[in-house]
């Protein structure tokens, strides 16, 4: 009930301090520990496709200068279920079905208006992670190096080794890497801060050139004010 006074506090133009302490919090620290610790705490039925799932998703242009394209965000009546980056809006529908196959799948771009803005302000900085509810299919692993990914600061990154090493399993490198190529909702989960053991880039499911302009754009304005354009 907080989180949800919170966004609408937000949503309403107010500062966030104002929110915080608007919605019951009596600082931010609370904020962070009363918030769910775990990914994809109720998940709809994922084993069968996504069947008895409904999602809606939208898509709009993303503000990425150096890699421009399409964002793809998709969500249950839980939470975000998918946020995709590429250059075809079909293609993304496309990579979106074969995941739910089963799920009732429609495109609806006004009810997700407001989840959208959301997304940007979490990725710009302007609200915590711990303000969008996700419904993510995750390992206890993979939960655990999505949760440390959200740690990481905009403009910074982390690599494979350290995050492995911060999750107490510092010879886990590699499995780390396996569970930021399987994260289905990026930016929110930023696993594009997540970099080789020589600070070298190395894979990303939506593109090295996306990689890298994600990183130059955090570190070169670390709060911007996201436009989108829908078409």
Known sequence: ?????????????????????????????RLYEKA?????????????????ARI???VVDHPLPAAPG???VAATDVGLCMIALGDDDDVLEAELRADYPAAEIRRDDGALAECLAAVFAVTDGRLPHEALSLDVRATA?????????QEIPRGETRTYGEIA?????????RAVGRACALNPVSLVVPCHRAVG???????????????QALLDQEKEDPAPA???RRR
Request: glycine share 18%; no cysteine; hydrophobic share 40%.
């Open 36 to 52: 769910p610790a775990r990914l994809g705490m109720t998940p709809a039925s994922y084993a069968r496709g996504g069947r008895g």
């Open 1 to 29: 009930m907080r989180i949800g006074r919170l966004k609408r506090g937000l949503k309403a133009g107010e500062g966030v301090a104002d929110a915080l302490y608007g919605a019951g919090y009596g600082s931010p620290s």
């Open 56 to 58: 809606a998703f939208t």
């Open 70 to 72: 399409r964002l793809l």
């Open 226 to 228: 996201s436009q989108v």
């Open 165 to 173: 090493a911060a999750m107490g399993r510092p010879t886990a490198a």
């Open 197 to 211: 053991g020589d600070g070298a880039l190395h894979g990303y499911r939506w593109g090295l050139q996306r990689k």
């Open 141 to 149: 692993f993979q939960a655990q190096v999505w949760q440390r990914l």
